[in-house]
């Protein structure tokens, strides 16, 4: 039903667009939201796109905008007159406008900061100066002030006034030093008596985050203390802005897709949606050329028992089981301590013993399970106890040593600074294949003598 | 900061409990949330642990209980006295109540449900009656509602009176039938004048979903449209209950870390953080003994080529970068396909086309490359033409097939109904390296003649 709503939506903004059906379309826009309408302009023609651009109010075209797939997003700010791009701009929150204007060419972006109040342009300035995942690359300058001696009754009336201020849950209450001392909501504005002092109700323990905190952090810390803004201060403790739960829901959403593209191999920049063939195989080549250096060193290794091979040509076969299996078992202890250190349920020395104890006995016993059945396979298959024997165990030293690998290998990287995730991808697969190769041969050649 | 803020939060509970300081304790709590709390239980000996849940206060001791790990979890329903576990349930909100009963051995849920009072138990079991991953398994019945002739004034007056609903964030209005026809702010009734009806200023294009929609389409709705709460209804359109930012979050982050044990070969029931070594070879032999079977096969058409390989035995050395390149790019093609069905950038046969014409080119650009790469390293190796152009071919076209294929299997998947995510764990990567060991063979004897 949702599904279909959302779907029945975007239709009707692609239908009534199709038709120049003016007043219908902008009633349409209304219900819609702003990525609701970037869908529908992906499948629209240019004239369509414009049309519809033309048709949109100058409060809700920036949101659009940002919304727009990178393509799209060209061609509009190509078409549209630096006066109303301008127009649209300034009716952004600041924050979706530094995002914005951050995802426009270099020329482009000049000459619309330019045009910009010189107070807009400062605090979009001041935005896009923050790196762009961290909190002060993702906050809003934009949250509701109150000293600590204002009334619950003087409160409601400042809120009154300024009612233009977006997605508002919290009151961030400040002393004479305009530092931040307090938090508070709405809701106990309503239920505490007109004349009590804001400080006298208002949580003192505000939890905060410094603008250079990472955007991962932030999300993980609203999510921790169900918060719905995270407040941003400087070194004096005071307020540079807020990042609201819809960027944390953002964030949490974006932090997954790189999780998956960093365990595909494809690197960070790719992006999977709007991108031509070519950006496609620039993103994913890297980990290729890595898996080609590597099993050019596999070659290399399995020629050393040439001669083994020449006479027992069937041990050929069993590369690939080794290989895969292998790799399997590595991933699967890599993805289970990654997901360990990122929940915090491993960190800095604590659980690191019990997990690798954990995986050492889990490797222990798919190492015997496994082994013993392709022994059995080998045997049956080839008879005689050589073949069985040789795979058999192979495969089983083959997956303790990945389970221990693909546990140890995230920890170490996590230590060095370096993002743990990365082992989840190819490199672990291909250094646990490389071992698995060569532990296959020496098993075959020393231990069964072929 | 950010993050040491909790881990010395955590840390003077821990600190506190084992010097047995039950004030400071106490106070300690009050800042902590119930993730911070069982956090620390996670660290204590078991006496600690009891001596710590004996001065949590009612109201957050099962929020706590919740939080725990599975093995705290068991431990400390089994040491407290029922009634205080009564109380305990007794102070939660219905929904967090529902998920905390139904983690509890099936004799203890039934001991403590047959002690709530009659309209509490039938809110609990309603809600343990829809499945886990759905809106209504998630949904809060706890919702404030009025009817659509209410005035600003008197909804503020009720709201007063109401205190007890957490995170009150919209009005849901209702009509004479109590169907849900509408939907407004806290914020909205402090900025219309008091007398205004609410029907007059209520948004009444609700979005709201049925008990039925899967929490994951919840969770997009509500980042799509920046919702703090979706309501669920009935097919009366009556209210039911809504769903909380919180819970989105929670969705959002549990969906992640499962696409990520799907991509890892890990099995859905999967606990990464608890479970014992037992439980984790269970939850990752499927795709294991998957991988054996496919790499049995491979080593019976490995072994077709028997005479093949006895003859020219540094053929089995390029197994491995056949596999591991193909693999690579069938899983990088795969998640990819499965991002852009996530997204909504490609659905119902929509973008289909264009995606896999990208997929095609950038497999044939990789086949090319990596193809003359590795017929470049061949060549030198092997003096010769035959070695070289047997490799570069079949890696050349092998790599094509990966990317097709790997685009191919998601949105079959998908259009069968099946999670296309299971295309990009082992399934993919294990067809692929079959596929191209299979092509590489028969490129090797058929066209080079070996």
Known sequence: MAENLVQARVDALRRLTRRRATKPLKKAVDKCSSADVAEAVAHLTRP???FLFDRLSDDVA???????RESDLQFVTGEIPL???TLWLEAMEPDDEADLVARLPEG?????????????????EELLAWPEDSAGGIMSPVAFRVHENTTCREAIDAFQEQADVEMVFYLYVENDQDQLVGVTSLRNLLINAPSTHLREFMAADVMA???ETDQEQVARLAARYDLLAVPVVDEAHKLLGIVTIDDVLDVIAEEAAEDMMVMAGVSEGADPYGESAIEAVRSRARWLLVTLVAGVVMAEVINLFEGTLAQNAMLAGFIPVVMGLSGNVGIQAATITVRNLATGHVSAGEGVAELLWKEGRA???????FGLLLMAWG???????????AVGASI????????????VIPLVLDRFGIDPAVATGPFVTTLVDLIAIAVYFTVCTTLFGF
Do not use: C, H, K, N
């Open 363 to 369: 490797g222990i016993l798919m190492g015997l399970g």
């Open 48 to 50: 369509e796109t414009l």
């Open 209 to 211: 985050v410094t603008p």
């Open 62 to 68: 920036g949101d659009v905008m940002l919304a727009l």
């Open 379 to 389: 045997t049956l298959r080839f008879p005689g106890w050589q073949v069985g024997g």
């Open 83 to 85: 006066e109303r791009l």
């Open 108 to 124: 482009l972006r000049e000459r619309l900061l330019s045009r910009l109040e010189a107070a807009e342009r400062e605090d979009v």
């Open 396 to 407: 089983g030293l083959a997956l303790i040593g990945a389970a221990v690998l693909g546990a």
